[in-house]
Every structure is written in C-alpha cells, then in structure tokens.
C-alpha cells in the first residue's frame, strides 16, 4: 500500500480526509473557481484558442493532478506564460482560429505531458536546477510585458501581430488610428477597475465593517464583477453592433473526447516547443508548491509533482486543452482560502464543469477588452525588474544572464528566450565551476585551524604551498587547479612541498584525474612533492583505483594539521605568522 501511495498520493491524503477538510477544500474551491472562469476564458484567448479551451484545460487537468500531484494547495490550469509559450509555438505552424491549430495545441500539451511523465518516472527532476532562477525571473519579467503588451490591441479594439517587442509596438503604432473608442474606454476602465480591486477594494470593505474572510472573497470575485458590468452594457446598449469585439458563442458542453494530432511532421515541429514549456512550467510550478508547502511543513516531491503535472497535460491533451502548470495566483488564493487537500482542486473542477454546461451562454456578450483588462493586471504583477538591480549588486555574471535573457526574450521572442535562459543558465553554472575558488591558507595562531592568507594574520612557511580547492574537480575546471598552482611555485625556488587540501572536492572527474597526474609529474621535475590532505572517503575510493597515488611524489594526510606537522614542524610550534609575497597569489 505505501508502495502504491508513492505514485498515488491521494491513498495518503485520502485516508485522512474528514468533515473539517471537506468543508475548508469546498470554501476555497467556490473561491478559486469563481476568480478561474474569466482567467481560463482570457488565457485561452492568449493562447490563440476559443475561450472554451481554457475552461477544458482546467476541468480533467486539475482531477488528474489532484490524483497523482503532492502539493496540497496548488492549483493546476492555464498560466500566461504557458499560454503565451502556446501561442508562439502553435503558430509557427497553423493559423489561429483554425482546426490545425487547436489540434496542434492538443499534441502540444500530450507531448509536454509525455515529457514531464518520462522525467518523474525516471526520477529526473534534478534537470529542472539547470535553469538558475535569476535567469527564470528574468525571462517572465520579459515574458509578463509581451503579454500585456500583446493585449493592447484588443484595449485598443485594433488588428495587431507581431512575435516580439519592436513588431508588437510597430503593428500597435501602424494601426492606432483605427481605435475604437468604446473599446477604448470599456478596456481602460476595466484595466483600472482591476488594479484597484486588487489594491484597495479590500481595504475599504474592511472599513466599511466586513469580516475579513468576506472582504477576502469579494475582492477574488472582482475580475467577475467587470466580467459581469461589461457584459451588460455590451448587451443593454447594443456594443457590439458599433464595432466592440466580444467573445461569442462558447459551446455548452463538457469537456469533448479529443485526438491530438501524431504526424510524424508535427511532432518533429512540436518536440522542442514542448520541451521548453515542460521545464519553464515545472519550473514555475515548483516553486510554488514548495513555498507554500514550507508554510505548513509540509513536503513536496519533486519527482511525483512531475508525473503529477505530466498526467494533468496529458488530460489536457485528450478532451480539448493546451499545456498547463500550477500558477502562481491561482494557487496563493486556493491556500489563503484554507484548501487542506488536493481535493480542493477536483472541487473547482466541477464548479467549472458546471460552468461549462450552464454558464456560457452568459458570456456571450463579454467584451475582448475585459478579458484583455484580466490578462494584463494579472501578468504585470509578474514584472520584477528588481531582479536586475539585485544581480548588478551581487554578481556581475549573474547580472549579464538576466539582462541577456530579458533584452533577448524582448527582441526575439518567447522561444528565442527561453532557449537563450537554458543555455545561459548552463554557461553561467560551467563559468562558476571552470573557476573554482582556490585559496592559499596558512596555520590560525593558537589553532589547528587553516585559513585564507589573505583574509587572516597566519603561520605559513616558504618551503611549504598549501592551497584549498572548494569545487569539486573535474574536466572544466581541473585545467585552472593546474595554472593556479603552477603559476605559485613557478619563480619561487624556496617551495619544496605542495599540498592540495580536498576538504570540499566530493569528485574527481576523469579528466581532473589525469590533470592531478599532470601536476604531480611537472612538480616532480622541479624538485617539489605533491601531497594530498583531508580527501572525502568516496574520493579517496576512486583514486585508489588510479595510478596517482602509486606514482604520487608525497603523501595523503587525514588532516591538514598532520600535513603541516611531518613537513614543517617549526609552524605546529608557533613560528612567526607571515605572508609571503602576498602580492603574487
């Protein structure tokens, strides 16, 4: 049974289940599913989709999750990155609006789901920390301004396109003369009727003597409340007719049995795309789940969270959605609304169930605008550009990653970015591990403790090198362990002993292997032993299979104290602490 709970964490959760649970998951599903529909509805739109996709994709997605998810909070459907990620992969390859590009949306999310299934059964969530999160926030700070920025056309009630920044700006410009100004007005009062809600309708409900927990969910249903308003003015006063776009019919159905499309062409188009959305959203969704699991000590898995979203996108893929991922504020709503279980989410599947089979009709009226309006509050909140000053401050490298991802996310587009963020990511890890810290260190006075000569008032002596590697070794970075050293004794004939201190190697590669063989041969032939002190148990196993040690000019000392004892017994006693030639390290 415990074996079977590990991949089907609701035999664990489910056990538990009471009345008080029940009753805190059904709160906070009415909440999540009244603040989902108009976001389902607008990142559907995002998407290039009809409004009804977006519903689908957060009906069998969310069970799904519910069942093979760990995160008792998160809250599984259409994020606008994702959507926005859709968007630009599906339409490289078929029109919007049209029977290909749905179907490709569906093989999209089946890939993506495939892919997350394959990494969580072969317990290959690891991949995902390849990708720093610098570069990540760096890329939805630029992905949250394409979004809004794409969303202008329908504030604007004007025909744009546009993959990237300058098009979309260019295209805005173009066609600006063309405005409808009831659109006009209808997006920007909605716009601002949002970002209000989300800043000052609590606070005033609160003064006008609502209880917390009613003002809470009178400020989730806000985006409802433009939904509604709008909707009936477009019907009363006949918008519509004088040009305000709206969304139409939206079928009254359930969720529909779907095929995605498995041509070879198709899949070959679709592989990478789906990839990229596969980790930006596991990513994103991650990170959520255990940021808000640490809030009520709870654990995440990882690995079971990938085969939990990976079943969600391939439910997505059979009954009419695109990809999906946990997001941010949905997930936030459902745990401060007191979601105890999964359960919660399979309960706002059903209000969208619901939704979908007598609520559609009702929005037949709703102006593209607000749905613009709701997209545009949402991801805006996304922009942090605060991520730019904080790398500038800590490292420059860092800082060059970020603004390289956004400047290129901006210029180029979505999928030019996000493969940019991969490869920066992994440039920036092989840039700090080619260059490892190595650090000359002497004896502390009065201690047995060793220390950087630079940073410390210590004991050294001229015969004897001792320099600290805090990496571990391998074929990157041995190279520079190498001419870190060499460069040392070179010119300094006074060394005749060199130890290498391995407290913080827990590898030694291949190629590092033969670079320390290197080492010891050149050191040799200068007449200067190397030695080796405090090596890792695992370590020193795989050097005994090695010829380094069997050829190795010193020794292996247990402790650097037990080094600088056999070679220099003078600096044990407390010879005069000093720094030679600090200028030269």
């Given at each position: 049974?415990?074996?079977?709970?590990?991949?089907?964490?609701?035999?664990?959760?489910?056990?538990?289940?009471?009345?008080?649970?029940?009753?805190?998951?059904?709160?906070?599903?009415?909440?999540?599913?009244?603040?989902?529909?108009?976001?389902?509805?607008?990142?559907?739109?995002?998407?290039?989709?009809?409004?009804?996709?977006?519903?689908?994709?957060?009906?069998?997605?969310?069970?799904?999750?519910?069942?093979f998810g760990t995160s008792r909070a998160l809250a599984v459907g259409p994020v606008a990155v994702v959507s926005l990620m859709t968007a630009a992969a599906v339409g490289q390859i078929a029109q919007s609006g049209t029977a290909g590009y749905a179907a490709a949306a569906l093989t999209?999310?089946?890939?993506?789901?495939?892919?997350?299934?394959?990494?969580?059964?072969?317990?290959?969530?690891?991949?995902?920390?390849?990708?720093?999160?610098?570069?990540?926030?760096?890329?939805i700070t630029a992905s949250g301004i394409l979004i809004a920025t794409s969303q202008l056309k329908h504030i604007l009630g004007v025909k744009a396109s546009g993959d990237n920044l300058p098009e979309m700006i260019a295209s805005l410009i173009e066609n600006l003369g063309q405005t409808?100004?009831?659109?006009?007005?209808?997006?920007?009062?909605?716009?601002?009727?949002?970002?209000?809600?989300?800043?000052?309708?609590?606070?005033?409900?609160?003064?006008?003597?609502?209880?917390?927990?009613?003002?809470?969910?009178?400020?989730?249903?806000?985006?409802?409340?433009?939904?509604?308003?709008?909707?009936?003015?477009?019907?009363?006063?006949?918008?519509?007719?004088?040009?305000?776009?709206?969304?139409?019919?939206?079928?009254?159905?359930?969720?529909?049995?779907?095929?995605?499309?498995?041509?070879?062409?198709?899949?070959?188009?679709?592989?990478?795309?789906?990839?990229?959305?596969?980790?930006?959203?596991?990513?994103?969704?991650?990170?959520?789940?255990?940021?808000?699991?640490?809030?009520?000590?709870?654990?995440?898995?990882?690995?079971?969270?990938?085969?939990?979203?990976?079943?969600?996108?391939?439910?997505?893929?059979?009954?009419?959605?695109?990809?999906?991922?946990?997001?941010?504020?949905?997930?936030?709503?459902?745990?401060?609304?007191?979601?105890?279980?999964?359960?919660?989410?399979?309960?706002?599947?059903?209000?969208?169930?619901?939704?979908?089979?007598?609520l559609t009709p009702l929005v037949y009226y709703l102006p593209n605008a607000t749905l613009a309006a709701t997209i545009i509050v949402a991801v805006l909140s996304l922009v942090d550009f605060g991520i730019l000053r904080h790398a500038w401050a800590y490292s420059r490298a860092d800082?060059?990653?970020?603004?390289?991802?956004?400047?290129?996310?901006?210029?180029?587009?979505?999928?030019?970015?996000?493969?940019?963020?991969?490869?920066?990511?992994?440039?920036?890890?092989?840039?700090?591990?080619?260059?490892?810290?190595?650090?000359?260190?002497?004896?502390?006075?009065?201690?047995?403790?060793?220390?950087?000569?630079?940073?410390?008032?210590?004991?050294?002596?001229?015969?004897?090198?001792?320099?600290?590697?805090?990496?571990?070794?391998?074929?990157?970075?041995?190279?520079?362990?190498?001419?870190?050293?060499?460069?040392?004794?070179?010119?300094?004939?006074?060394?005749?002993?060199?130890?290498?201190?391995?407290?913080?190697?827990?590898?030694?590669?291949?190629?590092?292997?033969?670079?320390?063989?290197?080492?010891?041969?050149?050191?040799?032939?200068?007449?200067?032993?190397?030695?080796?002190?405090?090596?890792?148990?695992?370590?020193?196993?795989?050097?005994?299979?090695?010829?380094?040690?069997?050829?190795?000019?010193?020794?292996?000392?247990?402790?650097?104290?037990?080094?600088?004892?056999?070679?220099?017994?003078?600096?044990?006693?407390?010879?005069?602490?000093?720094?030679?030639?600090?200028?030269?390290?």
């Amino acid at each position: 049974m415990k074996r079977m709970a590990r991949f089907l964490p609701i035999l664990d959760w489910g056990r538990q289940y009471d009345r008080g649970a029940l009753q805190n998951d059904l709160i906070a599903a009415v909440i999540v599913t009244i603040m989902l529909i108009p976001q389902s509805l607008a990142y559907a739109m995002l998407a290039g989709l009809p409004p009804e996709a977006g519903i689908y994709a957060s009906i069998l997605p969310i069970i799904l999750y519910a069942i093979f998810g760990t995160s008792r909070a998160l809250a599984v459907g259409p994020v606008a990155v994702v959507s926005l990620m859709t968007a630009a992969a599906v339409g490289q390859i078929a029109q919007s609006g049209t029977a290909g590009y749905a179907a490709a949306a569906l093989t999209l999310a089946l890939l993506s789901g495939l892919f997350l299934l394959a990494l969580g059964l072969f317990r290959l969530g690891f991949i995902a920390n390849f990708l720093s999160h610098p570069v990540i926030a760096g890329f939805i700070t630029a992905s949250g301004i394409l979004i809004a920025t794409s969303q202008l056309k329908h504030i604007l009630g004007v025909k744009a396109s546009g993959d990237n920044l300058p098009e979309m700006i260019a295209s805005l410009i173009e066609n600006l003369g063309q405005t409808n100004l009831i659109t006009l007005v209808i997006g920007v009062a909605a716009t601002g009727f949002l970002f209000w809600v989300r800043k000052g309708l609590k606070p005033a409900l609160r003064r006008a003597g609502l209880s917390d927990g009613m003002a809470t969910i009178a400020t989730r249903a806000g985006p409802v409340a433009a939904v509604v308003v709008t909707t009936l003015a477009v019907w009363v006063l006949g918008l519509d007719g004088r040009g305000v776009s709206i969304v139409g019919s939206v079928p009254q159905s359930l969720p529909p049995l779907t095929m995605p499309d498995l041509s070879p062409e198709l899949l070959r188009q679709l592989v990478v795309p789906a990839i990229l959305i596969s980790i930006i959203g596991f990513v994103e969704s991650i990170s959520v789940a255990q940021t808000l699991a640490a809030k009520r000590r709870q654990r995440i898995n990882p690995d079971q969270e990938l085969i939990g979203l990976g079943m969600a996108n391939i439910g997505a893929g059979f009954t009419g959605g695109y990809p999906v991922t946990g997001g941010f504020a949905r997930s936030v709503v459902n745990f401060d609304a007191g979601a105890e279980t999964p359960a919660a989410g399979a309960f706002t599947a059903l209000g969208l169930a619901i939704a979908a089979i007598a609520l559609t009709p009702l929005v037949y009226y709703l102006p593209n605008a607000t749905l613009a309006a709701t997209i545009i509050v949402a991801v805006l909140s996304l922009v942090d550009f605060g991520i730019l000053r904080h790398a500038w401050a800590y490292s420059r490298a860092d800082f060059s990653a970020v603004a390289g991802t956004i400047l290129l996310t901006l210029i180029f587009g979505v999928e030019t970015g996000v493969s940019a963020g991969v490869i920066l990511s992994i440039l920036l890890h092989l840039y700090h591990t080619s260059r490892p810290h190595i650090a000359e260190v002497g004896l502390v006075p009065g201690t047995q403790h060793f220390r950087n000569i630079r940073r410390h008032d210590v004991h050294t002596d001229p015969a004897l090198l001792t320099m600290r590697v805090d990496e571990s070794l391998y074929f990157a970075n041995a190279r520079y362990l190498e001419d870190k050293v060499l460069d040392r004794v070179t010119g300094d004939t006074e060394i005749r002993n060199v130890v290498l201190m391995f407290p913080a190697v827990n590898a030694v590669d291949l190629s590092a292997l033969e670079t320390l063989e290197a080492l010891n041969e050149r050191l040799r032939d200068m007449g200067v032993q190397l030695h080796l002190s405090e090596v890792k148990g695992p370590v020193m196993d795989r050097l005994r299979r090695s010829h380094l040690l069997d050829h190795l000019t010193g020794q292996v000392f247990l402790s650097q104290w037990d080094a600088v004892e056999a070679l220099t017994p003078s600096v044990c006693k407390g010879g005069a602490p000093g720094v030679r030639d600090a200028a030269a390290h």
